[in-house]
Structures are given as structure tokens and as C-alpha cells.
């Protein structure tokens, strides 16, 4: 089956925002637009095509990503032999609607993974919000070429001059409007092109006639002072341009091909304005997402390793290069079992191949192929480079494995996803369930990277972890609805990690005789704190063989054992260094058994002489209050250990920023509404560990020990 859109009309970008920014919404706009939907579906009204799970209705938030397919016509005039004719171009564009809350920030990490460009959406009455920061600097660690949509300007204290300024302060001094808009609040109703200066009208219902026309003279001035500051910057970032724009030759073609040139490099990030809700702007957002946001094709080679050299090889987005893939998201498809959602980064996947899972070295043949309608499928014969899709019923594959063509293997940079910062006890309310609970458990797991599963070697009760409090409450609601179990659940736990503040040495020596062959094994290791959130370094400095090597791996194995159990209440060990630099063996009685409990002892010893403390998660947190419940809030917070950084005017509102410990955040909603009577609200993101003050030492030892009775 041929290609039907070149690779460099094909776009693939998502839509991704702090919570209630407006990115379903946006999105559901654009599938209008596109033809893809025929009804423009809400999110208040529970009718959206991306949000789909039950859950997500009812709450009217986004939970996992959705995929979904769309093509855009774009129409514009481009000169020709000194005369400008009407032309049309057709793009095939890739949507991920993404989740705005952080506990599902792994769906955010792994979309812009995959993403070729991101449309980044803001409420244009708060202007840049927690969540907004954490899925920019995401997108900046991918590298994400990106334009931001300024959301909600019909809003009553809306601002796009203060949610601009507070994209240039918080997040980057690049993004420039190419759209303004013209009247505040209830009276927005037009925007003004600044590439081409025009004044844009939409009426009718829907949004969807655009009329363009000159600009009134009580608004060019105001154009003309926002067309200036992108012109200057574009002649900054753009040589190019720079020599049209000095000798006054250029047209609104020169600007666009700039902008675009000067995106790609993340010099110039395009703003756009609008309110997705009253259908106003959401047009303009797809020409630019045509007109500046990379194809495959703009990504030049792709970078990854070989596996058995480890040396690092290149494909080239071509459909004519060797096959090359990544895994990035796993969902559980009550119809055909699992799907695995791919990104083709060269080559063409065609139904029947055989194909490398290069982390498992195994091959496996491809059945069926899909493509995604956010829950709806689509069969295909064949996906091709650029191509985002779905592979049906391969169990082996998780998420961020590599998948390529066997004769030439290639492995692509993986996904890393953040541990979890809560844990909590469930359990089946009948005995008949409890096999079938681990199965479902591990079902979601693999599905969802930051959901965690441990049994607790004390209790052996079934702990599930995440990244907060709504996180594991969908999962639980996930376990009755989908897989029909009923579950009991435990009060959350925080995730405590356990490290050390000075650097020792300790000895670890197994020795067993009762006949016959004994057991032998004798190491000293020097343990050193490390920088905060560096995990764990193991070195092997053994020299002259007082140690034989194949002992060597039992030793990192009893360490990392350790490691993962605790040594002083049961949490994770980390940020430490550990040097194994002498020990000795018996020729007859040592065994790997031996030396990894010797190491197992060694390093318990040396936490215990090492200083020992916990780190606690911080959490980052922003509160809205009206005034008048201003210092009822921010003695509450001061109770909760909590440092706040900044009181400011968000509207009507005061927004208080602070760092607090999760501890101290359980119950914190219900809290704050009977504070506020039910008018204040609440956003809650990781922010780091840090040290937690040693009077609070034995309370959280002596806590440990009593829920493990």
C-alpha cells in the first residue's frame, strides 16, 4: 500500500497543559475543524472523543493519552512570478491529548518522548501554572520544538498581556505573539494576524467562518508595536531574514519560512491567542502547527546504539532505511487484549513481519497493526516512517523497548519514568480474587510505568505505589470496573528514602563450618553519601584477586538487595557510593551465597555507622484563596511545615506558592474548602527530596513498625 501523505506533510505533536488549561477541549476543536468529529464534544457535558475512559468523563479530566489521527487543509497565498495565487496544501496530523494533573505526568513523558512538536496551552486567566512549568521543562529535555496557545481570553479576568509575561519570566524570553487579541474578557470576539495584519472575525455557532480584513486605526498601533518586537527577534535568530528585514524586502512568506527556521533551532516560540470553548482561534493554532512545528523529516538522523557494541549508530526518517521503532505506551483493550503503541522513527512495519525486540534479543511476528481514533481502531496493512500506530496482542513488548528490523538492530534511547512518592495497602475483599488481583495488578503496571507493585516481606501485604492520592484511586477504580474486583485499601504511606551524611568503612564476613563443605565469604567496602538524587554507584576496586571475580556479581547483588529493602526503618536506600575494595576467599568454602550475605551484612553495618537520616518528597504547591481567607490559608500552610515562596493576585483570587512535605498534604482539599467555605482549590506536583528534621526521626520509625504489625 503506497504512502499517502509525504513525510514532510505529516505532523505529530501533542496537546499538553496544566490541568483545566483547556487542552481537551483545544483538542476537540481541532478534531471539529478537521472533519474528523461532527459534533463538538465537551468536557462538562461528559461527550468528548479523547476522554473516553468512564473515569475521565465523570471527572472531567484527562487520565491517559489519547491518540488520534486528523488531516488539515490549508489554505494561503503564496506568490508567483510576481503574482499571488490561492494555494492548498494537505496535512496528515498526529494528535496525543495529554493528562494536565501531575499524578499522570508518565503520560506527559512519554507522548513528548515520541512527539515531533507540542502546542502548549494556557489559561489565560492564571497564565503560567505548576503543571505548566513540569511539561515545559519535559518538552525542553526532549528537545521539543513547541507553540503556546494562550486559552480562555473570554474569561472574566482574563489577560493575555499578563499570561505573556508570565511565559517570558517563568518559562523563556522566546515566545513572541503572532496573534494578538482585540477586546477583553466578554468582548473578545477577533484576533489580529501579525504575519499577515489582518483583523480575523469568526462567526457563526461553530466558529468555523473566518473573515479576514484590514485593521481598524484604533488598533494598529498596538499590531504594530507586537509586529515590531517579532521582527526584531526573528533578524536576531535568523541571518537569513536578518538581511531582508534591514533592507525592508520581504513579505509574509520571508516571516512565516523565519519563524519557522527560527522554531526548529527553539530560538522563537510562536504565541497564539483565543478561547477553544466559544470556538474562537483554534484555526489559526493548526496553520501554525503546519506552518512552523518539525515533520519526521525535519528530525535528520535518528541517534541510537548498537547492542553489541554499544557504538552509536543512525537512521534516517526515510520509509527506505532499515526498520526502526520504540515502544512508548501499553493499554489493555478488553476486545483484542494488549495494544502497543509505536513510533516509527525508519523503515515500514507491514502485517506479517518479523521483528527484534532488542531488550529481550527475541523475534516475534506482527499480526495485526492499528491505527488509534483515541478508544476506536482502525485495521492497517502497513505503518510507515513518521507513523504513529499500535501493534495488537504481543505480551512481551513493555514500554520503551526498541524494535527493529533483526539483520540490522539498533536500540533507541528509553523512557524513564519517576518512582512513586505514595504507597498503599489493597487487598481483595474475598480469598477467591487474590490470584486474580496480582494478574490485574501487574496488567496495570505494565501499562502505567509509575504504578508500582511490592510485597511486603514483613506483612506480606500487597502494596501499590504511584505519584499521588488521585493516582492510586484510579487504579483502584480501574480494578472494579475493568477486572471486577472488589478491593479493601489501606491508609497511604509516604515514600520515604533512607541515605547517609559521612563516608565509612565496614566488614562483612560469612562463615559457616557443620561439616562437610562450610560457607565462606568476606568483603570491606567503603560507603560515601552522594549528591542528592545521584541513586546508587556500586565500584568494584578490587585488585591482585583477593576477590575472584565470579564473586563479584553477588556481592552487587547483596548490595542492591539491601539497597531496596533499607536497612534502618525499610525504605530505599539512596544517593550513595559504594567502593568494594578488599575481602578475601576460601578455596573450598566460598560460594556466591556466601559473599552476598557477607555483603548484605557489611553494608547494614555501615549505614548504621554512617550517620543515617530520611528524605522526604516535597512537594511543589500552588493554593487559590479569596483575600479574605488569605491568612486562615497561610497559618494552616505554616503548620504543615510548609515554606511558602510567593502571595500574588491571580484575578479575583490570591495565588500562594509553597514547598511542603507530602506528609503533611493527606486530607489537605477538605481542609482547605472548609476554610474557604468551598471557594479555595488546590494543585499538588513533585518537586524533590530533601533531608527531614531529626525530630521527626524515631516518629517515623516507631510509624513504620506499627502498620507493620
Same mark, same amino acid.
Given at each position: 500500500?503506497?504512502?499517502?501523505?509525504?513525510?514532510?506533510?505529516?505532523?505529530?505533536?501533542?496537546?499538553?497543559?496544566?490541568?483545566?488549561?483547556?487542552?481537551?477541549?483545544? #483538542?476537540?476543536?481541532?478534531?471539529?475543524?478537521?472533519?474528523?468529529?461532527?459534533?463538538?464534544?465537551?468536557?462538562?457535558?461528559?461527550?468528548?472523543? =479523547?476522554?473516553?475512559?468512564?473515569?475521565?468523563?465523570?471527572?472531567?479530566?484527562?487520565?491517559?493519552?489519547?491518540?488520534?489521527?486528523?488531516?488539515?487543509?490549508?489554505?494561503?497565498?503564496?506568490?508567483?512570478?510576481?503574482?499571488?495565487?490561492?494555494?492548498?496544501?494537505?496535512?496528515?496530523?498526529?494528535?496525543?491529548?495529554?493528562?494536565?494533573?501531575?499524578?499522570?505526568?508518565?503520560? $506527559?513523558?512519554?507522548?513528548?518522548?515520541?512527539?515531533?512538536?507540542?502546542?502548549?496551552?494556557?489559561?489565560?486567566?492564571?497564565?503560567?501554572?505548576?503543571?505548566?512549568?513540569?511539561?515545559?521543562?519535559?518538552?525542553?529535555?526532549?528537545?521539543?520544538?513547541?507553540?503556546?496557545?494562550?486559552?480562555?481570553?473570554?474569561?472574566?479576568?482574563?489577560?493575555?498581556?499578563?499570561?505573556?509575561?508570565?511565559?517570558?519570566?517563568?518559562?523563556?524570553?522566546?515566545?513572541?505573539? $503572532?496573534?494578538?487579541?482585540?477586546?477583553?474578557?466578554?468582548?473578545?470576539?477577533?484576533?489580529?494576524?501579525?504575519?499577515?495584519?489582518?483583523?480575523?472575525?469568526?462567526?457563526?455557532?461553530?466558529? /468555523?467562518?473566518?473573515?479576514?480584513?484590514?485593521?481598524?486605526?484604533?488598533?494598529?498601533?498596538?499590531?504594530?508595536?507586537?509586529?515590531?518586537?517579532?521582527?526584531?527577534?526573528?533578524?536576531?535568530?535568523?541571518?537569513?531574514?536578518?538581511?531582508?528585514?534591514?533592507?525592508?524586502?520581504?513579505?509574509?512568506?520571508?516571516?512565516?519560512?523565519?519563524?519557522?527556521?527560527?522554531?526548529?533551532?527553539?530560538?522563537?516560540?510562536?504565541?497564539?491567542?483565543?478561547?477553544?470553548?466559544?470556538?474562537?482561534?483554534?484555526?489559526?493554532?493548526?496553520?501554525?502547527?503546519?506552518?512552523?512545528?518539525?515533520?519526521?523529516?525535519?528530525?535528520?538522523?535518528?541517534?541510537?546504539?548498537?547492542?553489541?557494541?554499544?557504538?552509536?549508530?543512525?537512521?534516517?526518517?526515510?520509509?527506505?532505511?532499515?526498520?526502526?521503532?520504540?515502544?512508548?505506551?501499553?493499554?489493555?483493550?478488553?476486545?483484542?487484549?494488549?495494544? =502497543?503503541?509505536?513510533?516509527?522513527?525508519?523503515?515500514?512495519?507491514?502485517?506479517?513481519?518479523?521483528?527484534?525486540?532488542?531488550?529481550?534479543?527475541?523475534?516475534?511476528?506482527?499480526?495485526?497493526?492499528?491505527?488509534?481514533?483515541?478508544?476506536?481502531?482502525?485495521?492497517?496493512?502497513?505503518?510507515?516512517?513518521?507513523?504513529?500506530?499500535?501493534?495488537?496482542?504481543?505480551?512481551?513488548?513493555? =514500554?520503551?523497548? #526498541?524494535?527493529?528490523?533483526?539483520?540490522?538492530?539498533?536500540?533507541?534511547?528509553?523512557?524513564?519514568?519517576? /518512582?512513586?512518592?505514595?504507597?498503599?495497602?489493597?487487598?481483595?475483599? =474475598?480469598?477467591?480474587?487474590?490470584?486474580?488481583?496480582?494478574?490485574?495488578?501487574?496488567?496495570?503496571?505494565?501499562?502505567?510505568? #509509575?504504578?508500582?507493585?511490592?510485597?511486603?516481606?514483613?506483612?506480606?501485604?500487597?502494596?501499590?505505589?504511584?505519584?499521588?492520592?488521585?493516582?492510586?484511586?484510579?487504579?483502584?477504580?480501574?480494578?472494579?470496573?475493568?477486572?471486577?474486583?472488589?478491593?479493601?485499601?489501606?491508609?497511604?504511606? $509516604?515514600?520515604?528514602?533512607?541515605?547517609?551524611?559521612?563516608?565509612?568503612?565496614?566488614?562483612?564476613?560469612?562463615?559457616?563450618?557443620?561439616?562437610?563443605?562450610?560457607?565462606?565469604?568476606?568483603?570491606?567496602?567503603?560507603?560515601?553519601?552522594?549528591?542528592?538524587?545521584?541513586?546508587?554507584?556500586?565500584?568494584?576496586?578490587?585488585?591482585?584477586?583477593?576477590?575472584?571475580?565470579?564473586?563479584?556479581?553477588?556481592?552487587?547483588?547483596?548490595?542492591?538487595?539491601?539497597?531496596?529493602?533499607? $536497612?534502618?526503618?525499610?525504605?530505599?536506600?539512596?544517593?550513595?557510593?559504594?567502593?568494594?575494595?578488599?575481602?578475601?576467599?576460601?578455596?573450598?568454602?566460598?560460594?556466591?551465597?556466601?559473599?552476598?550475605?557477607?555483603?548484605?551484612?557489611?553494608?547494614?553495618?555501615?549505614?548504621?555507622?554512617?550517620?543515617?537520616?530520611?528524605?522526604?518528597?516535597?512537594?511543589?504547591?500552588?493554593?487559590?484563596?479569596?483575600?479574605?481567607?488569605?491568612?486562615?490559608?497561610?497559618?494552616?500552610?505554616?503548620?504543615?511545615?510548609?515554606?511558602?515562596?510567593?502571595?500574588?493576585?491571580?484575578?479575583?483570587?490570591?495565588?500562594?506558592?509553597?514547598?511542603?512535605?507530602?506528609?503533611?498534604?493527606?486530607?489537605?482539599?477538605?481542609?482547605?474548602?472548609?476554610?474557604?467555605?468551598?471557594?479555595?482549590?488546590?494543585?499538588? /506536583?513533585?518537586?524533590?527530596?530533601?533531608?527531614?528534621?531529626?525530630?521527626?526521626?524515631?516518629?517515623?520509625?516507631?510509624?513504620?513498625?506499627?502498620?507493620?504489625?
Amino acid at each position: 500500500m503506497p504512502r499517502l501523505y509525504p513525510l514532510e506533510k505529516t505532523r505529530n505533536i501533542g496537546i499538553i497543559a496544566h490541568i483545566d488549561a483547556g487542552k481537551t477541549t483545544t #483538542t476537540e476543536r481541532i478534531l471539529y475543524y478537521t472533519g474528523i468529529s461532527h459534533k463538538i464534544g465537551e468536557v462538562h457535558e461528559g461527550t468528548t472523543v =479523547t476522554d473516553w475512559m468512564p473515569q475521565e468523563r465523570e471527572r472531567g479530566i484527562t487520565i491517559t493519552a489519547a491518540a488520534i489521527t486528523c488531516f488539515w487543509t490549508q489554505t494561503y497565498l503564496k506568490k508567483i512570478e510576481n503574482k499571488e495565487e490561492r494555494i492548498k496544501g494537505e496535512y496528515k496530523i498526529n494528535i496525543i491529548d495529554t493528562p494536565g494533573h501531575v499524578d499522570f505526568t508518565a503520560e $506527559v513523558e512519554r507522548s513528548l518522548r515520541v512527539l515531533d512538536g507540542a502546542v502548549v496551552v494556557f489559561d489565560g486567566v492564571q497564565g503560567v501554572e505548576a503543571q505548566s512549568e513540569t511539561v515545559w521543562h519535559q518538552a525542553d529535555k526532549y528537545r521539543v520544538p513547541r507553540i503556546c496557545f494562550i486559552n480562555k481570553l473570554d474569561r472574566l479576568g482574563a489577560s493575555f498581556e499578563d499570561s505573556l509575561h508570565s511565559i517570558n519570566e517563568r518559562l523563556t524570553k522566546n515566545a513572541l505573539p $503572532v496573534t494578538i487579541p482585540v477586546g477583553r474578557e466578554e468582548n473578545f470576539r477577533s484576533v489580529i494576524d501579525l504575519i499577515s495584519m489582518e483583523l480575523i472575525d469568526f462567526e457563526g455557532e461553530k466558529g /468555523e467562518i473566518v473573515i479576514r480584513k484590514d485593521i481598524p486605526q484604533n488598533l494598529l498601533n498596538e499590531a504594530e508595536k507586537y509586529r515590531k518586537l517579532m521582527l526584531e527577534k526573528l533578524a536576531e535568530s535568523d541571518e537569513e531574514f536578518m538581511n531582508k528585514y534591514l533592507e525592508d524586502n520581504f513579505d509574509k512568506n520571508d516571516i512565516r519560512q523565519a519563524i519557522r527556521r527560527a522554531c526548529l533551532k527553539y530560538e522563537f516560540i510562536p504565541v497564539y491567542c483565543g478561547s477553544s470553548l466559544k470556538n474562537r482561534g483554534v484555526q489559526l493554532v493548526l496553520d501554525g502547527v503546519v506552518d512552523f512545528l518539525p515533520s519526521p523529516f525535519d528530525l535528520n538522523e535518528i541517534k541510537g546504539n548498537d547492542p553489541k557494541t554499544g557504538a552509536e549508530i543512525t537512521r534516517k526518517p526515510s520509509d527506505s532505511d532499515y526498520f526502526s521503532a520504540l515502544a512508548f505506551k501499553l493499554a489493555i483493550d478488553p476486545f483484542v487484549g494488549t495494544l =502497543t503503541y509505536i513510533r516509527i522513527y525508519s523503515g515500514t512495519l507491514k502485517r506479517g513481519d518479523t521483528v527484534l525486540n532488542t531488550r529481550t534479543n527475541e523475534t516475534f511476528r506482527v499480526g495485526r497493526l492499528v491505527v488509534m481514533k483515541a478508544n476506536q481502531r482502525e485495521e492497517v496493512e502497513e505503518l510507515f516512517a513518521g507513523d504513529i500506530g499500535a501493534i495488537v496482542g504481543v505480551k512481551e513488548l513493555k =514500554t520503551g523497548d #526498541t524494535i527493529c528490523n533483526p539483520k540490522e538492530p539498533i536500540i533507541l534511547e528509553t523512557i524513564r519514568f519517576a /518512582e512513586p512518592v505514595i504507597w498503599m495497602k489493597v487487598e481483595p475483599k =474475598t480469598k477467591q480474587d487474590q490470584e486474580k488481583m496480582g494478574i490485574s495488578l501487574k496488567a496495570l503496571s505494565d501499562e502505567d510505568p #509509575t504504578f508500582k507493585i511490592k510485597i511486603d516481606q514483613e506483612t506480606g501485604d500487597t502494596l501499590i505505589g504511584g505519584m499521588g492520592e488521585l493516582h492510586l484511586e484510579i487504579m483502584v477504580d480501574r480494578l472494579k470496573r475493568e477486572f471486577k474486583i472488589e478491593t479493601n485499601v489501606g491508609a497511604p504511606q $509516604v515514600a520515604y528514602r533512607e541515605t547517609i551524611t559521612k563516608a565509612v568503612e565496614a566488614e562483612g564476613k560469612y562463615i559457616r563450618q557443620s561439616g562437610g563443605r562450610g560457607q565462606y565469604g568476606h568483603v570491606v567496602i567503603k560507603v560515601e553519601p552522594l549528591e542528592r538524587n545521584k541513586g546508587f554507584e556500586f565500584i568494584n576496586a578490587i585488585k591482585s584477586g583477593v576477590i575472584p571475580d565470579n564473586f563479584i556479581p553477588a556481592v552487587e547483588k547483596g548490595i542492591r538487595e539491601t539497597i531496596e529493602k533499607g $536497612v534502618v526503618a525499610g525504605y530505599p536506600l539512596t544517593d550513595l557510593k559504594i567502593t568494594l575494595f578488599d575481602g578475601s576467599f576460601h578455596e573450598v568454602d566460598s560460594s556466591d551465597l556466601a559473599f552476598k550475605i557477607a555483603a548484605e551484612i557489611a553494608l547494614k553495618d555501615a549505614v548504621k555507622k554512617a550517620n543515617p537520616i530520611f528524605l522526604e518528597p516535597i512537594m511543589k504547591l500552588e493554593v487559590f484563596v479569596p483575600a479574605d481567607f488569605l491568612g486562615d490559608v497561610t497559618g494552616d500552610l505554616a503548620s504543615r511545615r510548609a515554606k511558602i515562596e510567593e502571595v500574588s493576585d491571580s484575578g479575583e483570587m490570591k495565588k500562594i506558592l509553597a514547598k511542603v512535605p507530602l506528609a503533611e498534604m493527606f486530607g489537605y482539599v477538605t481542609v482547605l474548602r472548609s476554610l474557604t467555605q468551598g471557594r479555595g482549590f488546590s494543585y499538588l /506536583e513533585f518537586s524533590n527530596y530533601q533531608e527531614v528534621p531529626q525530630y521527626l526521626f524515631d516518629n517515623i520509625i516507631n510509624n513504620r513498625q506499627t502498620t507493620r504489625r
